[in-house]
């Protein structure tokens, strides 16, 4: 198994998708990213800490590729939006990716490389927290920090319920069953 870090806006609707996506087996959402230690949802609310709102996906790499992983993630959510997704404003919501590893930092770069030139844009995503000159393969040097329990698995409970999800996680869950749809789990 192993472990891949994005942000994409809030983290219910990009958790509620890789929910559905083969070979994944966990989704913790988290904040990483900023300067303040053990961040609470309010102190990342206010946009001060630096940290994003982000999910830590842990999957199969025999059954989904890094490479996969990466590509839902810049299909299901709008990568050319600076510090926002949709009516969510500020640098919490941010699109970035989190590389653990040499081999995730060159993956990302290939990640948004590739959904440029397919989609005739510029994807403002950043990589963010990697450290690639330091040491043999370098280092990630932010830490994850998982969101309160209330925030794990929203969408299958109080997200149900709740009219923002309702009016966001939907469209992107359309969007991964059109654009990616042998990799939605039946």
Sequence with gaps: MEQAIMAGGCFWCTEAVFR????????ESGYIGGETDNPTYKDICTGRTGHAEAIRVTFDPGTISLAEIYDVFMGTHDPTQLNRQGNDVGTQYRSAIFPLSAGQFEEAKAAIL?????NGKMAVTTIEGFDANAGEGGEQVKPWYPAEDYHQEYWEGEGQRNPYCLAVIPPKLMKL??????????
């Design 20 to 27: 559905d996506v083969v070979g994944v087996s966990e989704v």
């Design 114 to 118: 590739r959904w440029n030139t397919e």
């Design 177 to 186: 069953r059109k654009s990616f749809a042998e990799k939605v789990k039946v």
